[in-house]
């Protein structure tokens, strides 16, 4: 997005995906959070490259609940036994995918990654998002999921509409913002109509 709008005439098609123009106050209180799960590990600010590890295991782990949602640990991580006390199914997703991510990550860098994605703001120094966006002359199809609870598909649609020339597609998808990584079959046969066929303009329907 940011290339289209800086160099549009190096742009000529863009799919912009279960993303925003700015990031918004929810986005952000997620990623203050996981800073707070950092900064509560004692090593954290130690000259070390596995500093933060504990507090990076939390981190994720709250970063999870933003990629999923009800639905989808409703689905995937009930108990198959409904009687259980402890060590539930649930759990021990949240540990796993904790340190899945400590093996090939660093802390300091996730903190840096949050703060970078905390300043995504496409309007900042272009006189709003509206004016940024509509500098864009690449072909374009924003692409919504519809459980997406991180990127709710309103900030998709406001792309769609600021877009001069837009598409827009939603997914139904109950993997919340992951179905971007999941979704590959639905994802590729949009992206393919939309490359193949000549793109419809988006129109707002909504109150």
């Not at 649609?157 to 179905?179: K, M, N, T, W």
Request: aromatic share 10%; hydrophobic share 40%.
């Amino acid at each position: 997005m940011e290339w289209a709008i800086a160099e549009p005439q190096q742009i000529q098609h863009a799919v912009l995906i279960a993303t925003n123009a700015v990031h918004s106050p929810w986005g952000i209180a997620f990623n203050e959070s996981q800073r707070m799960a950092l900064m509560a590990d004692e090593t954290f600010g130690l000259p070390s490259a596995d500093a933060g590890a504990k507090g990076l295991k939390t981190a994720r782990s709250i970063a999870m609940l933003s990629y999923r949602n009800y639905k989808t640990y409703e689905l995937t991580q009930t108990d198959k036994d409904r009687e259980v006390l402890d060590d539930y199914r649930a759990s021990s997703y949240q540990q796993y995918q904790g340190q899945k991510l400590v093996n090939r990550f660093n802390a300091y860098s996730y903190w840096t990654l949050s703060k970078t994605m905390d300043a995504h703001n496409v309007g900042r120094g272009r006189e709003g998002l509206e004016q940024a966006l509509g500098r864009i002359s690449a072909r374009t199809l924003v692409i919504g999921i519809s459980s997406d609870v991180l990127f709710p598909v309103m900030e998709q649609q406001f792309l769609a509409r600021c877009i001069p020339g837009a598409s827009y597609v939603e997914i139904d998808s109950v993997y919340g913002h992951d179905g971007f990584l999941i979704e590959t079959g639905l994802l590729a046969g949009h992206i393919g109509e939309f490359l193949n066929k000549p793109a419809k303009k988006f129109e707002f329907q909504g109150s």
